[in-house]
């Protein structure tokens, strides 16, 4: 069964640093690309980073450009989310998922273009 699974969520202040997980089964993510969104209550979700699993080329949206970093570890079919300097607006549920193929700076951000999901993991942002 494919199943994308995030942790590392939690309650942080602002300024302060949380790195997620996302860990996939039932399929390698050699040929895949992994993007981690985040959906903030009461808006749309948003693209923030999209790594390409075989040669770990990356996208980045502006508004987490400076601040948040993805990495690959496919030894453990795993990629991870590191976000530094959080700011109260960076609360969300976030989301990681992925697609057959390449990250591309034009296309990363597009929802539909992902085929899996994972269920999603909360991060708070508050003093």
């Known amino acids: 069964q494919v199943q994308l699974v995030e942790s590392g969520g939690g309650l942080v202040q602002p300024g302060g640093s949380l790195r997620l997980s996302c860990a996939a089964s039932?399929?390698?993510?050699?040929?895949?690309?992994i993007g981690w969104f985040r959906q903030a209550p009461g808006k749309e979700r948003e693209a923030l980073l999209c790594i390409s699993i075989y040669d770990g080329n990356k996208n980045y949206a502006d508004s987490v450009k400076d601040r948040f970093t993805i990495s690959r570890d496919k030894g453990n079919n795993t990629v991870y989310l590191q976000m530094n300097n959080l700011k109260p607006e960076d609360t969300g549920v976030y989301y990681c998922a992925s697609f057959t193929g390449w990250c591309a700076v034009d296309t990363f951000h597009l929802a539909g273009g992902y085929d899996y999901w994972g269920q999603g993991t909360q991060v708070t942002v508050s003093s």
């Open positions: 039932g399929f390698s993510l050699d040929d895949n690309a």
